[in-house]
């Protein structure tokens, strides 16, 4: 069907952020979380990056949606809930960490 090939490519963007995003998360509940691999800076600016593009992709995906007469990809929607949850729980893991090597 022409037209919803650009479904795909949107999937893909948000593909990879959440896998960039379970690749953290992995990292920092890991057993190389002591070597400080990953710092507050770097979890927020992937966290704002990530939830910014997601936005812009998901209004892409509804005026898209709009034009092409299938209706839209539900899959889209999907994918950002998924990918807002893991930021949020990457930012969570990162303060947990945090409040532990402090109390040390």
Known sequence: ME??????????????????????SLLMIGPLKRKQL???FTIGLFSVVAIVVSVINGIIGGYLAD???SGGDVLIS???????????????LYINNTKQRNSF
């Open 3 to 24: 037209g919803m090939e650009i479904y795909f490519f949107i999937r893909i963007i948000f593909l990879i952020f959440i896998v960039c995003s379970l690749v953290i």
């Open 38 to 40: 990953i710092n507050g």
């Open 67 to 69: 034009g092409i007469y």
């Open 78 to 92: 999907y994918l950002f809930v998924i990918l807002f949850i893991l930021c949020i729980l990457n930012v969570i």
